[in-house]
């Protein structure tokens, strides 16, 4: 399970990621790798800042999706709602509190070394490597439908894709951990919380990546595509390219279904 923490705000920026994230501006469609753009040829392209601006457009109480609050991982008020902007894509909006779960060594006292879902391998997802968010892994109200956003009942599997955009900045990502209570002292654990990934994500974001001190307390929206043609494959070494070559298809679809 995933341990969340109240982060202290710093100052240093994280180390840049090796697979560089698309800036939210209109050269992005000329990154797109070459297989992505065939792909996505026959639609319109959709550039970051037309999809984030779209998505908050369709955060509206008419398309809202939880009807009772969940908890901001960061500053722990209940003020995050999930938001149903297209067909079977939902977003949302909260802070970044850093995941170090998994198989990669991290020096953080609440690390963890399992994550709830694995690789193609089967083997613990390394938040070092992987970039990955985190949400609840049950329905806190124990009733159905869930009060709050519950990824089983929205055909949200392990692995599922999400766009993440915060400061000009567009990643993809996948479901790799979550969030439950557990007895450690040094977590306010919940799973109503939401705001919450890897330190992968938040090195891609440039965000303050460590698991004691870094973090935002909130701007980073996550946007996940459900079903199962999004869920993505591969190993803790490809995972991060996988997901970020599917980027631009995601961008395309995300505007295609909002009507851009």
């Given at each position: ?9 710093v100052?240093?920026?994280a ?22 753009q ?13 999809v984030?601006?779209?998505v ?6 008419a398309n809202?999706?939880?009807?009772k ?6 500053t722990r008020?209940?003020?995050?709602n ?10 949302y909006?909260s ?20 994550t709830t ?14 970039p990955?968010?985190?949400l ?12 709050h956003f519950?990824?089983k ?14 400061k ?14 557990n007895?450690q ?20 974001l ?25 869920v993505?494959n ?5 995972l ?16 295609n279904?909002?009507?851009?």
């Amino acid at each position: 399970m995933s341990p969340t923490r109240r982060r202290l705000a710093v100052a240093a920026a994280a180390a840049l990621a090796l697979a560089a994230p698309l800036a939210v501006k209109a050269a992005d469609a000329a990154t797109t790798p070459t297989a992505v753009q065939a792909d996505s040829a026959a639609a319109t392209s959709f550039t970051p800042a037309q999809v984030l601006a779209g998505v908050q457009a369709n955060m509206t109480t008419a398309n809202k999706v939880n009807s009772k609050p969940h908890i901001n991982t960061m500053t722990r008020a209940q003020n995050v709602n999930v938001y149903q902007v297209a067909t079977g894509v939902y977003a949302y909006t909260s802070s970044m509190a850093i995941d170090t779960d998994g198989s990669d060594p991290d020096p953080d006292p609440d690390h963890q070394g399992q994550t709830t879902w694995q690789d193609s391998n089967g083997k613990a997802l390394g938040a070092h490597h992987v970039p990955f968010y985190v949400l609840g892994d049950d329905c806190w109200d124990r009733k159905s439908p869930c009060p709050h956003f519950f990824f089983k009942e929205h055909n949200i599997k392990g692995r599922q894709f999400a766009l993440m955009f915060y400061k000009g900045k567009c990643i993809g990502s996948i479901f790799g951990d979550t969030q439950t209570a557990n007895n450690q002292t040094t977590s306010d654990n919940d799973s109503r919380e939401l705001g919450e990934a890897s330190v992968k994500a938040a090195q891609l974001l440039g965000i303050p990546s460590s698991g004691t001190t870094g973090g935002v307390d909130n701007g980073v929206t996550v946007t996940i595509f459900s079903g199962s043609s999004w869920v993505v494959n591969g190993t803790n070494s490809t995972l991060n390219n996988n997901a970020q070559a599917m980027v631009q298809k995601a961008l395309n679809t995300a505007g295609n279904g909002m009507g851009l």
